[in-house]
């Protein structure tokens, strides 16, 4: 039996926390804070606490260096304006009001948000790592300057969308006030049930819990080797990845129309069938990206060269 304070707001909340089991095992404190008993760092599934510290140690080591290649703004791939990711999704628009272009694109990618559909094929193949390779004679200074490059393109890119879940983290926790303005907002204006608005927590909850996953999906792919075991685990981040991006494009951007103003009793009608439409995708929406969620960490856990672990692959978001 162990009596653990952890660390971070898990410690500065003064709670302490019992647990009597003895493998690593994700708490929650009455405070909210979710940690791994096992280390005292927060949650990080699907990630093992010692390549937790592996990667930790490294960020350490390596993230000053690069963190300035990596600026809190890109350019604009059509007009070059530099623009700021102010919202947890990865579709983003140079908007003309503030002086852009109006071109929408891939945050991560900077390619064209049109191509990221599946009419075209190309829906969110953000997450994986593309080895560049030459082929020719090379002298070994040469080949050894390549490998060091490789080896430092490859941990930007991932430690790039490491940081990425974590601010789209950080994000979807400061939502939660929103939802709860917007919550109580509907019940006094619209007179909606409460039970009516459940979703919107329930979708919230389950964009953080995949966004910390996502997170710590990278730590883990980071160490993986190349072959099979690999190829299957970024099938299935490409999965969760895709759809809690479709999950946290609609909690943020298409309930604003339920809080304008209506004139007439017609109005509001069409209003509510609206919103009961707009209620039955998003918790669609939701329980596809939970199972997506379930799917990726069974898999690993399982080992996921056993094909059982993908056979079941359940359909996309509406």
């Known amino acids: 039996r162990r009596v653990h304070g952890g660390d971070g707001r898990a410690a500065e909340c003064g709670r302490a926390v019992c647990y009597t089991g003895g493998d690593a095992f994700d708490v929650k404190c009455s405070c909210g804070y979710l940690f791994c008993f096992s280390c005292s760092n927060e949650a990080h599934k699907p990630a093992q606490c ?49 002086g852009g272009c109006g071109f929408e694109f891939c945050w991560l990618c900077l390619g064209d948000w049109k191509s990221h559909g599946s009419s075209t094929g190309g829906y969110y193949q953000c997450n994986v790592y593309e080895k560049q390779q030459k082929e020719g004679k090379e002298t070994d200074e040469e080949k050894k300057r390549k490998e060091a490059k490789h080896a430092l393109d490859k941990y930007m890119f991932y430690f790039e969308r490491f940081m990425n879940h974590q601010k789209a983290l950080n994000f979807a926790a400061r939502d939660q006030a929103k939802i709860e303005e917007k919550v109580q907002k509907l019940h006094d204006e619209k007179h909606y049930a409460i039970s009516e608005l459940q979703f919107l927590y329930d979708a919230l909850a389950q964009i953080i819990a995949c966004r910390r996953v996502l997170k710590w999906s990278y730590c883990h792919g980071y160490y993986l080797e ?11 981040q490409k999965n969760l990845e895709e759809n809690t991006e479709l999950l946290h494009e609609q909690i943020e951007t298409k309930n604003e129309q339920f809080f304008r103003e209506q004139q007439t009793s017609h109005e509001d009608a069409q209003l509510h069938e609206r919103f009961m439409q707009y209620r039955c995708d998003l918790t669609n929406y939701t329980n596809v990206t939970k199972k997506f969620l379930a799917q990726m960490l069974e898999g690993i856990e399982a080992g996921l060269t056993n094909m059982d672990a993908i056979s079941s692959s359940p359909a996309h978001g509406p």
């Open 226 to 236: 190349e072959g099979a075991e690999k190829n299957l685990f970024e099938f299935l």
């Open 50 to 98: 010692r390549t937790v510290e592996q990667w930790n140690m490294k960020n350490s080591a390596e993230s000053e260096n690069v963190c300035w290649i990596m600026a809190n703004t890109k350019k604009c791939p059509q007009c070059h304006r530099n623009i700021e990711k102010n919202q947890g999704c990865n579709h983003m628009t140079c908007h003309k009001n503030a």
